[in-house]
């Protein structure tokens, strides 16, 4: 079990429905690959946690590391966990 911990400012401001969208969009994503986490932000500045097994994970990071919506994405903890902190949120 991996839980990784990311950082990311927006390229662009993100309107809330935009916002809706792309948590309605990750929750059936993570609910279907079994990962659970947050996604919180303020501003332009995005704090995500991606709790799952360690392939599925780094995948999932993978697609924020590229998405042309983000821009210094950077790690702050990639750790193998005994169990989840989130194991009821698919994406909170």
């Not at 079990?1 to 429905?17: E, F, K």
């Not at 392939?55 to 919506?69: G, L, M, N, T």
């Amino acid at each position: 079990m991996r839980s990784l911990v990311y950082t990311s400012t927006q390229t662009r401001p993100i309107t809330d429905s935009e916002l809706a969208q792309i948590l309605a969009v990750g929750r059936e994503k993570n609910t279907a690959l079994g990962v659970t986490g947050i996604l919180a932000h303020k501003g332009d500045n995005c704090l995500g946690i991606l709790e799952g097994d360690d392939d599925v994970v780094h995948a999932r990071f993978e697609q924020v590391r590229i998405d042309p919506r983000h821009t210094n994405v950077r790690v702050l903890l990639d750790e193998e966990v005994q169990e989840r902190t989130f194991p009821d949120w698919s994406m909170a």
